[in-house]
T-cell receptor, first 110, second 115 residues
Framework: DAKTTQPTSMDCAEGRAANLPCNHSTISGNEYVYWYRQIHSQGPQYIIHGLKNNETNEMASLIITEDRKSSTLILPHATLRDTAVYYCIVRVAYGGKLIFGQGTTLQVKP | GAGVSQSPSNKVTEKGKDVELRCDPISGHTALYWYRQSLGQGLEFLIYFQGNSAPDKSGLPSDRFSAERTGGSVSTLTIQRTQQEDSAVYLC?????????????FGPGTRLTVL
C-alpha cells in the first residue's frame, strides 16, 4: 500500500482558504487518493476522493499533480468548525479497508 | 436518512471481563468495517465484512478479538478477557458495496475503558 506523508499541523485564519498538502510518491496507477477528517470526539467523515483529475464537491476541492505523487486538499473558506484532523489516504486496490496515517491537525483561528 | 449507529456509546469494564460492542450499518450497505483508535494513536483497521464472503480478519490484534455479522446487517465485536491495552474508541463504518472506490461512513464510536 502506498504511504502518505502529511504535515503534523497547520493553522488557517477563519474565512481564508486552507490548503492541506499530501505526498504519496509510491502511489500505483490504479490507486485513488481519499481525504477524510475527524472532528474531536466524532467518527471520521468522508470529504472527497480522486484518481487523476481535480475534483470539487460542496465541501472541498482536490488537486492532484500530473505525476500523481502529491495532492492538495483545499477548503475554500475555512470556518471554526473545520478545525479537525485531516487524513490523506491512498486506497488499497483490494479489500476495502482504509489505512490511516497520523494526519494533519488543522486549527482554524478567528 | 439514518447513519451508522453504535452501542453503547461508552463502556467501562474490569480487566478480564468480556465485552460486546454493537454496530448497526446504514440500511442497504453490504460492507461493514471495524476500526479502533487508541489514545494518541491513529485509526487502526480491525476487520472487514463484505456480503457473504469470508471476512478479512487481518487487523485483529489477538485471538481475544472476534466479530460476527448476522443476516448481513448488524455486527457485534467481542473482546474476551479484556486487558487495559484494549482501552480505545472502537469505530464501525459501512459502505454500499465494499469496492475500493466506495465511500465509508463512520459511526460515532464506542469508547471502551478497561480498568
Amino acid at each position: 500500500d502506498a504511504k502518505t506523508t502529511q504535515p503534523t499541523s497547520m493553522d488557517c485564519a477563519e474565512g481564508r482558504a486552507a490548503n492541506l498538502p499530501c505526498n504519496h510518491s509510491t502511489i500505483s496507477g490504479n490507486e485513488y487518493v481519499y481525504w477524510y477528517r475527524q472532528i474531536h470526539s466524532q467518527g471520521p467523515q468522508y470529504i472527497i476522493h480522486g484518481l487523476k483529475n481535480n475534483e470539487t464537491n460542496e465541501m472541498a476541492s482536490l488537486i492532484i499533480t500530473e505525476d500523481r505523487k502529491s495532492s492538495t486538499l483545499i477548503l475554500p473558506h475555512a470556518t471554526l468548525r473545520d478545525t479537525a484532523v485531516y487524513y490523506c489516504i491512498v486506497r488499497v486496490a483490494y479489500g476495502g479497508k482504509l489505512i490511516f496515517g497520523q494526519g494533519t491537525t488543522l486549527q482554524v483561528k478567528p | 436518512g439514518a447513519g451508522v449507529s453504535q452501542s453503547p456509546s461508552n463502556k467501562v469494564t474490569e480487566k478480564g471481563k468480556d465485552v460486546e460492542l454493537r454496530c448497526d450499518p446504514i440500511s442497504g450497505h453490504t460492507a461493514l468495517y471495524w476500526y479502533r483508535q487508541s489514545l494518541g494513536q491513529g485509526l487502526e483497521f480491525l476487520i472487514y465484512f463484505q456480503g457473504n464472503s469470508a471476512p478479512d480478519k487481518s487487523g485483529l490484534p489477538s485471538d481475544r478479538f472476534s466479530a460476527e455479522r448476522t443476516g448481513g446487517s448488524v455486527s457485534t465485536l467481542t473482546i474476551q478477557r479484556t486487558q487495559q491495552e484494549d482501552s480505545a474508541v472502537y469505530l464501525c463504518a459501512s459502505s454500499l458495496t465494499g469496492g475500493w472506490t466506495d465511500t465509508q461512513y463512520f459511526g460515532p464510536g464506542t469508547r471502551l475503558t478497561v480498568l
